[in-house]
């Protein structure tokens, strides 16, 4: 059966014959997609059908050239029409790989899109670039990677060599102008933690002579990067495009290595480049109990729609439990969503639930910054712990992310946090658990 999103009411639904929408599985927004006028979650060619209907939303090319793009070959996109707008002339700088359907109901607008109508595949379009480049024919290689984009819209290749298609032909400083279509949906490519993590590369493109750096990312975790002394604005992914100014170089946090040649384990740090903001500790002051016990956040489970979270979190509550009979220990919780036994674990261990004030990730800073030690699996609150320069322990499988290193306890990115990890392939929480029970005597034994 055919896959179709919605991003409308029923009232506009009901334009469309039943048997003809029978074809369809329907589904329908929410708020994990991204923006409605992006779909920045949604994979390129997963739809058959995306219908719209949102008074809230502007018809604009960019917008029109992203639901493209979640749309499979022969896709429909069904619009409700608007006054004020022609639909064709919203069709137009697509025509190459897009028809408009004229029909009887003059509520709706309908578009296929159809890149066959090219006549040729990626491949050949590509090969079609360099020629043109070759015999320069600039005007040739830029309607090329016009159609590069448009049959594939999540690399950034055909983006990248309109600026230097551009500026070979003079003109200059277009950055900003192409790659605001391309950020609207690829922006937010990275996780919380990751961009926690390479915020800390800030610190030495500052110390090369930057003047101003700005960094763009998902809102929960804007008012905590708000506290790095080396980043001079922070802006909302979502407000990316109409509050970004003239920049000089602009690069995803995560390719910034790629450019330095000194070895990262040597390149000069700012331990920690976070901090908690003092406003938000007294709320999480009147909740930690106190005494000379060891204070301990804890998280044991991530986003369960996370690719790897069969393996990265622990849903066997047995190894947990164990934990939390600990002796001179009082833990915390900082994992924001609980199951009905996970909550009944708490209860019954009288672990301190602080979840339900954390909304955002400069709460969880604030809170972190009160305890002792931080045990958690990966997540961006390993992350947060990190750039504060807590004291960590990370719980990690055997197969794990990259930034974790092959086998080593140490970490390059933050030299508070020690990994312990499965001993081999088959699952091992216990022994991890075992592992830190003592490393947390032997930081309550040095304090």
Same mark, same amino acid.
């Given at each position: 059966?055919?896959? !179709? =999103? $919605?991003? +409308?009411?029923e009232a506009f639904m009901d334009n469309f014959?039943? !048997?003809?929408?029978? @074809?369809?599985?329907?589904?329908? #927004?929410?708020?994990?997609? %991204? *923006?409605?006028?992006?779909?920045?979650?949604? *994979?390129?060619?997963?739809?058959? !059908?995306?219908?719209?209907?949102?008074? %809230? =939303?502007? #018809?604009?090319?960019?917008?029109?050239?992203?639901?493209?793009r979640v749309l499979k070959e022969e896709g429909i996109l069904a619009l409700k029409s608007k006054a004020g707008i022609s639909p064709l002339a919203l069709h137009q700088p697509f025509?190459?790989? /897009?028809?408009? @359907?004229?029909?009887?109901?003059?509520? $709706?607008w309908l578009y296929f899109k159809d890149t066959k109508r090219l006549g040729k595949s990626y491949i050949d379009i590509y090969v079609d670039f360099n020629n043109a480049l070759l015999r320069n024919d600039l005007m040739s290689a830029l309607e090329s990677l016009e159609n590069m984009a448009l049959l594939d819209p999540d690399s950034p290749a055909a983006f990248l060599a309109k600026? @230097?298609?551009? @500026?070979?032909?003079? /003109?200059?400083? *277009?950055?900003?102008?192409?790659?605001?279509r391309y950020l609207r949906y690829k922006i937010n490519m990275f996780g919380l933690g990751d961009e926690i993590m390479f915020a800390q590369l800030a610190h030495m493109l500052k110390l090369q002579g930057t003047k101003k750096i700005t960094l763009v990312a998902q809102k929960p975790i804007i008012s905590l990067l708000q506290t790095h002394p080396d980043i001079d604005e922070v802006i909302i992914r979502e407000n990316a495009n109409a509050e970004l100014t003239h920049f000089d170089?602009?690069? #995803?946090?995560?390719?910034?290595? !790629?450019?330095?040649a000194m070895p990262f384990q040597l390149q000069p740090k700012r331990i920690p480049y976070l901090s908690a903001i003092p406003e938000k500790q007294p709320l999480f002051c009147k909740k930690i109990i106190k005494n000379d016990r060891l204070k301990v956040g804890i998280v044991w489970r991530g986003d369960p729609s996370h690719?790897?979270? +069969?393996?990265r979190s622990i849903h066997d509550l047995r190894p947990i439990e164990k934990l939390f009979n600990t002796d001179n220990v009082d833990f915390y919780c900082l994992q924001k969503e609980q199951n009905e036994a996970e909550k009944d674990l708490l209860a019954c261990y009288q672990v301190t639930d602080l979840s339900a004030d954390l909304h955002d990730m400069a709460d969880t800073a604030a809170a972190i910054s009160l305890l002792d030690c931080? /045990?958690?699996?990966?997540?961006?609150v390993a992350h947060v712990a990190g750039a504060l320069n807590k004291p960590?322990?990370?719980? =990690?499988?055997?197969?794990v992310d990259w930034r974790w290193g092959s086998y080593q306890r140490e970490n390059l990115w933050y030299p508070n946090m020690e990994s312990i990890r499965w001993r081999a392939m088959i699952e091992d929480w216990h022994y991890v658990i075992d592992e830190v029970k003592q490393a947390l005597a032997k930081i309550s034994a040095s304090r």
């Open positions: 059966m055919k896959k !179709a =999103l $919605v991003i +409308a009411n014959l039943p !048997a003809w929408k029978a @074809q369809f599985e329907f589904e329908y #927004y929410s708020e994990k997609m %991204g *923006q409605k006028q992006s779909l920045p979650a949604i *994979q390129q060619n997963a739809y058959d !059908a995306l219908f719209v209907d949102d008074e %809230g =939303l502007s #018809y604009d090319e960019d917008t029109f050239f992203c639901w493209l025509s190459q790989v /897009v028809s408009y @359907q004229e029909n009887t109901n003059v509520n $709706v600026v @230097q298609t551009l @500026q070979k032909a003079g /003109v200059t400083n *277009q950055e900003e102008t192409v790659f605001q170089y602009w690069v #995803y946090p995560h390719a910034i290595l !790629a450019h330095v690719e790897n979270d +069969a393996n931080i /045990v958690t699996v990966d997540t961006s960590t322990l990370l719980m =990690l499988s055997y197969v």
